[in-house]
């Protein structure tokens, strides 16, 4: 077989190997709208310095005018429920990382220069966690930084992932509806945070 035959088979397989990892994926990710976008407000303030963090029982959260939360809309129980879906499927697809690096200067604060493993101190957050079908959009990323001095296990968006777990979990249950898990998180993250800490102890929150 010449060169160039071999180079043409190979191309072809190439091909079709590649059709049913797509299709496989598609699958998997039920044909989902990676852009969907359902704000729970208007963003009327994302612009440099215009944002300010609240707080909630000492935790901080976003400010509704430039980060009111939002959800994927085509994200459904029956999809969350789906062990093959994965986040994957969403993650960075609406934007990219360096689209929502803008936020820093949202919230004025300063882009880590060294944010990662151990050392990580802040987190690109979405409001609404993509495990509940949260929008990988502007809408609903924040950065979520802080507190100084503590180590890994402290930082505040990691704090909120139990949280995160505790909520899906539920939803999964079938213990409370999507909608409420999506609406009580964008507004306050931390009131659930006391109920979390409690019902997560040793893991059995972990999905």
């Known amino acids: 077989m010449s060169g160039f035959r071999k180079?043409?088979?190979l191309t072809t397989i190439a091909v079709i190997v590649s059709g049913w990892i797509a299709a496989a994926c598609a699958q998997n990710c039920h044909n989902v709208d990676v852009r969907g976008d359902q704000p729970f407000g208007q963003a009327t303030n994302q612009r440099p310095g215009a944002c300010?963090?609240?707080l909630s029982n000492g935790f901080p959260l976003p400010d509704p005018s430039c980060t009111p939360g939002a959800f994927n809309p085509t994200i459904t129980v029956d999809v969350i429920?789906?062990?093959e879906f994965s986040t994957?499927?969403?993650?960075?697809?609406?934007?990219?990382?360096?689209?929502?690096?803008?936020?820093?200067?949202w919230y004025r604060l300063r882009r880590p220069s060294h944010n990662d493993g151990q050392d990580q101190v802040c987190e690109q957050d979405h409001l609404v966690p993509?495990?509940?079908?949260?929008?990988?959009?502007?809408?609903?990323?924040?950065?979520?930084?802080?507190?100084?001095?503590?180590?890994?296990?402290?930082?505040?968006?990691?704090?909120?992932?139990m949280v995160e777990n505790y909520l899906t979990a539920m939803v999964k249950g079938g213990k409370m509806d999507l909608d409420e898990a999506r609406k009580g998180i964008g507004t306050d993250w931390a009131q659930y945070l006391e109920t979390a800490r409690r019902v997560c102890r040793g893991e059995r929150c972990r999905i």
């Open 81 to 83: 429920d789906d062990p």
């Open 88 to 105: 994957k499927c969403i993650r960075d697809q609406a934007t990219i990382p360096r689209q929502k690096a803008v936020t820093y200067s």
């Open 52 to 54: 300010d963090l609240r």
């Open 130 to 161: 993509l495990e509940l079908g949260g929008a990988d959009t502007l809408d609903n990323v924040w950065p979520q930084c802080g507190p100084n001095g503590v180590g890994l296990r402290g930082r505040y968006f990691k704090i909120k992932d």
């Open 7 to 9: 180079l043409g088979r």
